[in-house]
DNA sequence: GGTTTTTTTGGCAGCGCTACCAATTTGCTG
DNA sequence: CAGCAAATTGGTAGCGCTGCCAAAAAAACC
């Protein structure tokens, strides 16, 4: 069966239908401008006789602005991007705003181009995981005119709209809370810090602040791939064939904390007496684990919804910071 | 600072710029019909020179068929829904064709605004979870011609492209299964299973399938909310305290499978000696648990290639079994 | 060289809607 | 009831692009 178009109902039929002109059913559908109570009645018999659906695309083109909003993610399976985008359509689904999106797979370059099939759609704003970007990119969009958002961090310049918290200093406050707790021999694990920038910021402050009180880190494992719960336990697992006498370890986030959480237990190594663990991001699960999970509680969600509704009010450029929350939990 | 357009450079300005016309430039640009290398070279130059970018809005309303694929998926916290978008959103960028979603929290009723809201948009498919619409989700759907793709299920008559699995086959497996490790006294904890329907035709057949072996349902425990780590701790922690000699528990989803498997480890109950535990999903972190999980490992990312590739192929109308994959693990 | 083909090109009418403006109707005031 | 303001309507020119068609240019052929 080949794609067939149904004959679609227009704006002009339903004037036609409900005996008015087409100004006025455009008026009456959007509630926009004035018409009398009669008029919206039999324009609306007509739009629900006749199933008449708007066509936005046209609607778009011939209004100024759109409705769209534009998601440049680096990935679906790091849950933080669902979360942003759960966020940020509740309140573009209320303002009725319509969410599109696509997939960089932290590769800058693939960003730059998916940024530009994004502005050709005309898009109200386009929301982009952190600072960096691509010369390419920061100029199309710039010159795009459309409000430019740039989420989940706070460490750089913003070109428009920036809404998030500082990686930095959660990586900060990770090497901070161990050190108070009494840990000195402190090893990393973690995922490609190339790709995921924002982890990067955490682990160089991270290591900054260890250093700062005389107890740099003493060994690191990086795995190539993606971060998960898998990597975690390998890498841990790596991390302590390798380097001894490591009394904390911290992670590129908690998928990661959890597989070296896991790994701990399968092998019988007590926690934290024996050995620390301490995550990133703050997942549900690191809650209901037999010992809760030391971690950073990120604004995910919130950082979707603020930046929504930022664009929705087409707020003046700013940086909003939503900071994080330290969670103590049993690991560390 | 009040939104402002820029001054967008058009078509017709490349071509001026060029020094051709208008539908050469669209010609070249597309990479459509015939032009010769030099033109090419031309309007190329001109394009960079004056940043144009295409403006999709307008080549939609102007060529049949838009480009659009939208996804009314129930929800973005249950792991499920960015998996299969996932999966989706390679295929559909490769096709150079653009996702927009909406979310509708497992209300048949939202669901209904946002498919009408995104038919707006004269997507060239829409993408639904499961079969369960309401009346006028399904004339809506039926009248704009567009093709409609029900993901995830396969228990029902397709309205017209179905990719999933059997989630009453999945059902029946997994009781088979437990049935085969001999345990005879069995209970469930689930969540809200009149939203999340594919999870009520799982445990209906599971039910059925216990009964037909004369080991019918022992104890259930269904939570109000959303499916989470923490509700399958707490689930579990209720029907231990109502049910005595469970000697396995199926629980609605791996989060909710793992959230009792971390209560068996919280409380020393030994697994699977003591309670065996069998969940659904067979998400990655069930793999890394000290003792793997026993569950069901579903297809997600393939079903959203797969639907991807049906659309973007303009395939006929059709139901493609993905199946599934039981996972012995070691919790059962 | 003169045709006949084939390739390349430009013009222009929409796609379905919104924004603007002018026309019409209604409501009030004195 | 004239006289004017306010509320309601319809007409229509685009929005920026694509698809069709006919014209022009290039290539092929006798």
Redesign the pocket.
Known sequence: MEFKHQP?V???EVAEAA??????V??V??N?????G??RERVMAAVERLGYV??RI??T????GSRLVAFVIPSLSNIVFPDVLRGASAVLEENRYQAVFSVTDYDPGKEEALAAAMLAWRPAAVMLAGYEHTEGTVKMLRASGCRIVELLDLDGDALDIAVGFSNRAAGRESAAFLLKRGYRRIGYVGHDLNRDTRAGKRFSSFCETLEAHDAPLVGREILAGASSVENGRLGLERLLARTTDLDAVYFSNDDMALGGYFHCLAQGIAIPSKLAIFGYNGLDIGRATPQPLSTIRTPRVATGQIAAQLVVANAPPQAVDLGFELIEGATA
């Not at 926009?32 to 009398?36: A, I």
């Not at 083109?61 to 100024?64: G, K, R, V, Y």
């Open positions: 679609t227009t704006l002009a005996g008015v002109g087409e100004s006025t455009s008026r559908l959007r926009h401008g004035s018409f009398s009669k008029t708007p066509n046209a609607g083109l011939a209004s100024t």
